[in-house]
């Protein structure tokens, strides 16, 4: 169980669970600092040595790519949610909300960008007291093997909207790996692990792994844009950032979080 805990706690630095507490007052709850990156590679053995470097070295939870969990879960699909619900339940007593961050840091340079100059490397800052909360969501072309044509990164400053946004994705047929609904995270990762016809767990890890090779990655920063640095602030506010692979068919991409401790 190891390997589930860990990439468990991993996505619960996304997710944001609220279960019985309204997010006006849940907002409200003192929570730790942390910072969530998201950087892109321009091909897999990048991508390998990047998640190295964050989650071995810098000890970052890494959420994309996801680990092989196919030994440690239960055989049918139904017995999935009541196997992850207490894990999220723990989160949320440890940690309040989650699925937010105070830092964010993006490195989109190895991509190529169809706004010019936002291929760029760049950090944010919540506003004072407040918080960032993300969704991140991929549309796949293909179920098995699975193959990401799109991730999709949105950014709020209320976790109202987040929600209102996984939403929108996950009608139109992404599975949403991180956003502010319990019900959401326990769907996308059900049809990843699960066959949707026997309700059996998959046995090949081409079928369920997000290893984070997508054919494109829009990133929408338009509800937060006076938080970016200035010359990406007009940008972003006219449109979510597009890049598609400088070279090849895939970006190749690394999603993480890490509290930070004082000092």
């Given at each position: ?19 019985g507490?309204?997010p006006a007052?849940a ?9 969530g ?33 196919s ?32 830092e ?5 340079q ?8 936002t291929?760029?490397?760049?950090t ?22 699975l ?35 319990d ?21 090949n ?26 010359q ?13 692979p ?18």
């Open positions: 169980m190891r390997k589930l805990t860990s990439f468990l706690a991993a996505i619960l630095s996304f997710v944001v669970c609220l279960g507490v309204s007052l907002q409200q709850a003192p929570q730790p600092a942390s910072r990156i998201t950087t892109l590679y321009v091909t897999p053995e990048q991508q390998v040595e990047g998640v190295k470097v964050y989650g071995n070295i810098l000890k970052y939870d890494v959420a994309i790519p996801n680990p092989d969990l030994a440690d879960l239960p055989d049918n699909v139904k017995d999935f949610p009541a196997a992850y619900q207490p894990m999220l339940e723990q989160g949320r007593q440890n940690n309040g909300i989650n699925g937010s961050f105070t964010g840091w993006f490195d989109f190895a991509a190529s960008a169809v706004t010019p100059g291929n760029t490397l760049f944010i800052d919540a506003p004072l007291n407040g918080r960032i909360y993300t969704v991140v969501a991929g549309k796949p072309s293909s179920q098995c093997p193959k990401i044509e799109e991730t999709a990164i949105a950014f709020f400053d209320n976790v109202g909207a987040a929600e209102s946004k996984a939403n929108e994705l996950d009608a139109n047929g992404y599975l949403v790996y991180v956003s502010p609904s019900n959401l995270t326990i769907k996308a990762f059900s049809q990843l692990f699960y066959d949707q016809d026997t309700g059996k767990k998959k046995t890890s081409a079928c369920f792994l997000v290893s984070g090779a997508t054919e494109k990655v829009t990133t929408d920063f338009q509800q937060i844009f006076p938080l970016l640095p200035r990406l602030q007009q940008p972003a506010r006219e449109a979510p950032f597009q890049y598609f400088r070279t090849g068919n895939f970006i190749y991409l690394v999603n993480a979080r890490k509290t930070l401790t004082p000092g």
